[in-house]
């Protein structure tokens, strides 16, 4: 019943139109346009009278607020409303009783909360006034085909164009899984560009990831973004691939349903939402935790591949964690951590802290390689008690995976930045990945081991605070700053080792004390 095709404007924008035969298509429309929201985003809601335009932003209010029984009173008549939503805020406006645009000013559009996305009803009323960048949902009625019937066309204008061609693609891919009827929930997503939701049909559930192909940032060294120098992934091959890899080991990663690799869409086994930590605020659950050294031992004890297959003649090759790349993840410290504290850095000082770092971790470099997923932690860890053995940790968000030093996803797991894990847990895992490592590997060397696990420890906590504090400055997430005080202990922690020492007295005399944030 729902036909969709992309229409050209001509206003160098980009619109689909789809026609709605009930509500629950068109709510399944207002939960893909939703998904696309920013803060700061301005939705026109043009059409006929009588088309549903309220019932759309009503519709949208409720599902960004996370409640189906919102009170959402029409504006007709207070012209404005707002709504202070998890996400953003939300300000419902209707102009249908405005006489003209010289009205705007006097409903105080220029003191809205920050952040805000606009729901503007009868947009018309403010045309000559209207930003170039917002996307608009005409709703119309269409007699021709039934009463009930809805023609809606969502057109996307200036810097909307490609988000609005991306709802497009999403709706036709999961239309192409066989999910279009499916219930479509929002899912907490992480500090990327990746969104994921939960498809729910009847009884079968799957996840959508989204993810849209990585753009390259500005050249910070050799010409070459950050992204590049730091081996992140651009694209979902690398995520197929690895969950491949993972999979044929006997390991819970999730299995990949369908798949478009170009528009980096997949449709993904669901494990649950059960985690491997308990209580708020959150700590580990013992069982779970020693699951995933084991995990780690497992993955350790093998040779494994840097090639791997993606699709037929399509492989993925690893990248190394070469010294370039554990510098420039450091070096974020310098570029954002300490100017949020305003401490600036001499090229002097940067020159030192360099050496000072390649000669740390040089080991790490030396040491034979294996899979590093490079986000192994809570997060990313599920627990799916019905499977048996290691089955039962479910491991996500390794498309960034490289060829690199066995301790450094056994320091993010045992350092956590969004989970206390205290020194004597820690100890005691760490005990326990060097105990079997021994018993299985007569030539290894725990002590060097846990050298290069201090090392990789130190060097994931800078990196994760330059991180955090770029997500405040730059990107306006300041969330991320509540598990700096945690990050700042396990960095001291592993500074402390005797092996870090000039290192301890650089950060010493350079890095002032958590307590200013």
Do not use: C
Not at 10 to 27: I, K, N
Not at 112 to 135: H, S, T
Request: no cysteine.
């Amino acid at each position: 019943m729902t036909a969709m095709a992309m229409i050209p404007t001509t206003t160098g924008g980009a619109s689909f139109s789809v026609v709605l035969p009930d509500e629950q298509v068109m709510y399944r429309l207002m939960v893909d346009v939703a998904g696309a929201l920013e803060p700061g985003d301005l939705v026109t809601l043009s059409g006929d009278l009588g088309a549903g335009k309220t019932a759309f932003a009503r519709a949208m209010i409720r599902h960004l607020a996370g409640d189906g029984a919102l009170e959402v009173p029409s504006p007709t008549f207070t012209l404005m409303q707002i709504y202070d939503l998890p996400r953003f805020p939300v300000v419902h406006a209707d102009l249908f009783r405005l006489s003209g645009a010289a009205e705007l000013a006097e409903l105080g559009f220029d003191d809205l909360p920050e952040g805000a996305v606009v729901l503007l009803e009868w947009p018309d009323r403010a045309e000559g006034f209207l930003p170039p960048d917002r996307l608009d949902v005409a709703l119309t009625l269409a007699p021709k085909l039934k009463i009930e019937f809805r023609h809606a066309r969502v057109t996307g204008y200036g810097t909307f164009a490609p988000r609005v061609d991306r709802i497009a693609a999403v709706r036709q891919f999961i239309a192409e899984s066989g999910y279009g009827e499916a219930l479509r929930t929002r899912m907490q997503g992480d500090a990327s560009t990746r969104s994921y939701d939960r498809l729910t049909m009847g009884d079968k559930h799957v996840i959508l990831m989204n993810s849209p192909r990585r753009a390259d940032g500005p050249p910070v060294r050799a010409g070459l973004p950050y992204s590049a120098i730091a081996h992140l992934a651009e694209n979902v091959a690398p995520f197929v691939a690895m969950a491949k890899g993972l999979r044929e080991r006997g390991l819970s990663a999730p299995e990949i349903y369908h798949a478009d690799l170009h528009q980096g869409l997949l449709l993904l086994e669901d494990l649950g939402e059960e985690g491997v930590v308990e209580g708020d605020p959150p700590v580990p659950i013992t069982e779970r935790y020693q699951a995933a050294v084991d995990t780690l031992l497992l993955l350790h004890d093998q040779l494994l591949p840097d090639v791997l297959p993606v699709a037929p003649h399509v492989e993925h090759k690893l990248p190394h964690y070469d010294m370039d790349a554990f510098l420039i993840e450091a070096e974020l410290m310098l570029d954002w951590y300490l100017p949020r504290l305003h401490v600036s850095v001499t090229e002097a000082d940067r020159a030192e802290f360099q050496a000072l770092w390649r000669e740390a971790l040089q080991p790490a470099i030396d040491s034979a390689p294996t899979w590093v997923l490079r986000d192994f932690h809570s997060p990313n860890l599920l627990w799916l008690p019905k499977r048996s053995e290691l089955a039962r940790l479910g491991v996500l968000d390794f498309q960034d995976a490289v060829m690199g030093p066995a301790a450094y996803d056994l320091a993010s797991l045992l350092q956590d930045a969004r989970v206390d894990v205290p020194e004597a847990s820690e100890v005691a895992l760490l005990g326990r990945y060097v105990r079997r490592r021994r018993a299985a590997q007569t030539d290894f060397d725990g002590s060097q081991f846990i050298k290069i696990y201090v090392t990789l420890a130190a060097q994931r906590a800078s990196k994760i605070l330059g991180i955090f504090a770029r997500l405040d400055m730059r990107d306006g997430k300041p969330q991320y700053l509540r598990h700096m005080p945690r990050i700042w202990t396990y960095l001291q922690r592993s500074l402390a080792h005797p092996a870090l020492a000039p290192l301890n007295a650089w950060y010493n005399a350079h890095v002032p004390a958590l307590k200013t944030i």
